[in-house]
């Protein structure tokens, strides 16, 4: 495989690019969706057709809002363990809801608790290059427009 340096730069500006221009870029951020609108006025000049999909999301729900919700259940079954014999019983129930939200939720994919968290709308984009043969690869590229919140 040979070295590309035109293309390798102007990998590295795009991403440089994003990043000095819109900042921290979180998720259902204005900044993430100017960040999504600029990749797709950047993708037009190269894909046949551009698409910019929105869609509702909880930011705060995965994973940080998952481990919080079991950590306030499960420091409430502490303040249940020194209780007398009817009052422990609900020291066990908080523990085994915290284990039932942390297993459905990270596995399980189910979004009991997404009510407690605020939505936003977020937005991928994506171009399509359509071939002008027959199709012998599909090449998918992807990323995440968003930044870490550390």
């Known amino acids: 495989m040979t070295s590309n340096e035109p293309l390798e730069d102007y ?30 006025e950047e993708l037009t000049n190269y894909c046949d057709s ?6 509702k999301t909880n930011p705060n729900l995965y994973p940080h809002g ?15 363990m020194p209780l007398k014999f009817p009052f422990s019983i ?19 994919l189910k979004r009991w608790i997404k009510f407690l968290f605020k939505s936003g709308t977020s937005s991928n984009v994506w171009g399509t290059i ?3 043969g027959d199709v012998k690869f599909r090449v998918l590229i992807e990323g995440h427009t968003d930044s870490a919140k550390m």
């Open 66 to 80: 998952i481990f919080k919700i079991c950590g306030v259940l499960a420091g409430a079954a502490f303040a249940f």
């Open 90 to 108: 609900v020291s066990g129930i908080f523990i085994l809801l915290s284990l039932f939200v942390l297993i459905s939720e990270l596995m399980g």
């Open 130 to 132: 359509k071939p002008s």
């Open 50 to 55: 551009v698409y910019l999909e929105e869609f």
């Open 11 to 40: 990998a590295f500006n795009f991403i440089k690019h994003i990043c000095e221009e819109f900042g921290p870029r979180h998720s259902s951020s204005n900044a993430e969706r100017k960040a999504n609108l600029w990749i797709k």
